[in-house]
């Protein structure tokens, strides 16, 4: 299995899942469908060969170009039925064969990658988190998380590959020209997870046979690429997890970070 993460952040997520044998899986496509096929051609990837998009929730983040792409491709998109209900500008867009639903915490399959649905928490009706399993191999996509639970942690358990959130930091949402609102949502349990939170995730990972995480859908305005890297490197090694024991990457927001075999 390969993984490319094409674009992370709030001004839009879109990262390619590819099995050995040629199944091609985009996990979201918030930006718009021009901008992620550039990408793919970018990555000698043809959009035609694209299998599947499958959508983690309806901020529009995640799905601006979904209804374009799975038109232009005649390629079905996958969902559970709350985000469905909250897309229905891209259900009017596509083919009706290419709506498909799946049930949060349900596994399917898109021809040989096995796809798992986790909830995570968030502010919208019923977003999820995705593991991917094929060629023997697990990875696992894991954003726009206001906190992390037990459940959670249990499920990227063992990912061989993970892209987790490491949206902010937090001293800098506080003292930032953000207004206290969004301060609030950004911090809240239903928000986005802090560099501080991902990086004490990472070392509960690392005992649970993780050792390779990509960090991810970094705020613009509240973080920074070193910050982020620096912030979750630090508490892995009060932890004593060297950069040996946890190779970590950062999903840039606006171009390629490179493809990763899983
Ligand atoms: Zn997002
Ligand atoms: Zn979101």
């Known amino acids: 299995m390969f993984f490319v993460p094409l674009y992370s952040g709030s001004s839009g997520n879109c990262s390619l899942v590819c099995s ?5 899986i985009l996990v979201d496509a918030g930006l718009s469908a021009t901008t992620i096929k ?12 694209i299998s599947a998009i499958v959508i983690t929730h309806e901020h529009s983040d995640h799905i601006k170009g979904a209804g374009i792409l799975s038109k232009q491709l005649d390629i079905p998109i996958y969902a559970n039925a709350a985000a469905w209900e909250k897309m229905q500008g891209v259900r009017d867009r596509i083919r009706d064969k290419n709506i ?12 040989d990658i096995g796809v798992f649905p986790f909830p995570i928490p968030h502010d919208t009706a019923d977003p999820v988190g995705f593991s991917f399993f094929a ?11 206001g906190h992390t639970t037990q459940e959670i942690e249990d499920i990227l358990a063992g990912s061989d590959m993970l892209l987790i959130e490491s949206n902010h930091d937090e001293h800098m949402v506080q003292t930032g020209r953000y207004p206290v609102y969004l301060q609030k949502r950004i911090l809240g349990n239903n928000g986005h997870l802090s560099n501080t939170a991902c990086g004490r995730l990472l070392v509960k990972l690392h005992e649970a046979g993780v050792n390779r995480a990509i960090l991810g859908h970094l ?5 920074t690429e070193e910050l982020a890297l620096q912030t979750v490197a630090s508490i892995l090694r009060s932890a ?8 970590l990457r950062i999903a840039h927001r606006d171009r390629i970070c ?3 075999e899983v």
Request: hydrophobic share 30%; proline share 2%.
């Open 38 to 49: 550039n990408a793919l051609l970018k990555c000698r990837i043809s959009p035609e060969s």
């Open 219 to 223: 705020s613009q305005e509240n973080n």
């Open 135 to 145: 060629d023997g191999r697990k990875l696992s996509v894991a954003t726009d998380i």
């Open 20 to 24: 050995d044998s040629g199944t091609r």
């Open 240 to 247: 004593d997890i060297t950069e040996t024991n946890m190779q």
């Open 100 to 111: 498909r639903v799946f049930e949060t915490n349900k596994d399917f399959f898109i021809s």
């Open 258 to 260: 490179g493809m990763f």
